[in-house]
């Protein structure tokens, strides 16, 4: 059983409509990641959240993006203009102490048509 | 910048040893991870070292040279299921709560 649920599994989108990725956790983690993979490219970060704000992000997530946890459980992924080339593996991530606390949730696919 | 090479692709033959080699440049290092990821799921968790050595886990072995910057990870008794992706991922410490830069990943097939 994930211990980091991902909804929906797989999103097909219109170019320029609005999609919203949801990342549920289980425990109450305090660091929160997401992630993107485009087919047969590697992981890369897009921007960490700690303590309901964001605290870093990298050149990929610009104005389209943004995050919020909403509910105080929540953790979503905002793309507001999707393109093309936005279509990816999302996935977030939590941390956790201890060696093997990254841990990443089960994944949304993502395709912009 | 952040540079993280492993081999792109290996081949093994089940029951045996195989090697896949990572090799880091980072802006900072707080500990190297490998995962392990089927096609279209996500990456688990296999290892993680942050000290200099090996750390052993069951089939799995993984070593870390902080000077040289590199490390490997180590699979024994290969069975055809380990056929996948292996990533190497370095965590760096920053403002963010460490976030991981990952390469490319090796993809390893297992045969008979």
């Known amino acids: 059983e994930p211990e980091v649920t991902q909804t929906p599994s797989h999103q097909v989108t219109q170019m320029g409509q609005e999609v919203i990725l949801r990342c549920v956790p289980i425990?109450?983690?305090?660091?929160f990641y997401w992630y993107r993979q485009i087919l047969g490219q590697k992981v890369e970060f897009l921007v960490s959240?700690?303590?309901?704000?964001?605290?870093?992000k990298s050149e990929i997530f610009d104005d389209q993006f943004s995050v919020e946890r909403p509910d105080g459980s929540n953790f979503t992924l905002k793309i507001r203009s999707t393109k093309l080339e936005d279509s990816a593996m999302y996935f977030c991530a939590r941390l956790l102490q201890g060696a093997d606390g990254y841990t990443f949730g089960s994944g949304t696919r993502l395709t912009v048509v | 910048g952040q540079n993280i090479d492993q081999p792109t692709e290996m081949t093994a033959t089940e029951g045996a040893i195989v090697q896949i080699n990572c090799t880091y440049q980072t802006s900072g290092f707080n500990g190297l991870f490998w995962y392990q990821q089927h096609a279209g799921e996500a990456p688990t968790f296999l290892s993680y070292n942050v000290l200099d050595g090996l750390e052993e886990k069951g089939r799995f072995s993984s070593f870390l040279s902080r000077s040289k910057g590199y490390s490997y990870l180590l699979l024994k008794e290969l069975q055809m299921k380990d056929s996948a992706s292996y990533l190497c991922a370095v965590r760096e410490p920053t403002g963010g709560g460490n976030k991981l830069t990952f390469g490319t990943g090796t993809q390893l097939k297992v045969e008979l």
């Open positions: 959240f700690y303590n309901n704000e964001i605290s870093e």
């Open positions: 425990s109450n983690h305090l660091y």
